[in-house]
């Protein structure tokens, strides 16, 4: 191996590594994301429709399959999100523009994220089918949201923070992967990551009024009854 080749392997490997989380980023985890959110709108049509949408699979390997194209991609991206967490060096003080404030906000809307995913793949997907034995039921997602404060509340700042992630993310990806030509056209794409930002929070937000009405049907009580 001449000495050039052997200089040029190294290198192979941090570009792999920098590339995949980049990439399971948006394919599977930002397609996914969308998809969960669009299929928790059907809360508008109630208790059956959304047990139907979100929580049921029509095999069993279904749910691996989610689990599989979903929760690893999900721990990469995160590995590698946080290392580049921890190396970066904040200079919004003597760069104070738009460009560098979407930077830092980037980094923070991560963080928030990455403790809603955590609180919320726990006390949703795993609790449920780990510890009562079955998928989480329409009556307690919509009576927490309803009577449990703290739940509306992180429910509503955790989706507004994935939004804006998956929005500014999805355009740092196309930049980094060179699918913008130019600064012009990456400016074009501007108002496309400002609208999906919006269209992905009033979906969200859609689908947690309508957890939260169909909550006020249920008693507050009845979550200590339930063994
Ligand atoms: C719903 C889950 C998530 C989705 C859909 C998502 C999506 C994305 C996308 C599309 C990017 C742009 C990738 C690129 O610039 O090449 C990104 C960047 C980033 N993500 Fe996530 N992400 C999620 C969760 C997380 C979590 C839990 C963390 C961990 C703290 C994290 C940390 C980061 C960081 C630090 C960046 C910026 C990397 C950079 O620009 O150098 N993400 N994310």
Redesign the pocket.
């Known amino acids: 191996m001449s000495s050039q080749a052997a200089a040029a392997v190294p290198t192979k490997t941090p570009l792999l590594k920098s590339?995949l989380?980049?990439?399971l980023?948006?394919v599977p985890?930002?397609i996914?994301?969308i998809n969960h959110i669009w299929d928790n709108l059907s809360a508008f049509k109630g208790a059956a429709a959304w047990e139907a949408s979100v929580t049921t699979y029509s095999n069993p390997f279904g749910q691996a399959f989610t689990f599989v194209i979903v929760i690893l991609p999900?721990l990469i991206?995160?590995?590698?999100?946080?290392?580049?967490?921890f190396s970066?060096k904040p200079n919004n003080a003597s760069y104070n523009n738009y460009g560098n404030l979407k930077?830092i906000v980037?980094?923070i809307?991560?963080?928030g994220?990455?403790f809603f995913?955590?609180a919320h793949i726990w006390l949703a997907f795993l609790h449920p089918r780990l510890v009562e034995g079955h998928a989480e039921p329409f009556s307690d997602i919509s009576r927490e949201m309803h009577h449990h404060l703290p739940t509306l509340l992180v429910y509503l700042l955790g989706t507004l923070g994935?939004a804006y992630?998956?929005a500014?993310?999805?355009?740092?990806?196309?930049?980094?992967?060179g699918i913008f030509a130019s600064d012009r056209s990456m400016r074009r794409f501007e108002p496309v990551a400002i609208g999906l930002f919006l269209l992905l929070t009033a979906m969200s937000w859609g689908a947690i009024y309508a957890l939260y009405t169909a909550g006020a049907a249920f008693s507050p009580e009845l979550a200590s009854l339930i063994p």
């Open positions: 590339r989380g980049s990439f980023a948006v985890l930002s996914w994301v999900l991206h995160t590995f590698w999100g946080l290392a580049r967490l970066f930077y980037q980094r809307s991560a963080v994220v990455l995913l955590g994935t992630h998956l500014n993310g999805l355009q740092g990806f196309a930049m980094s992967w």
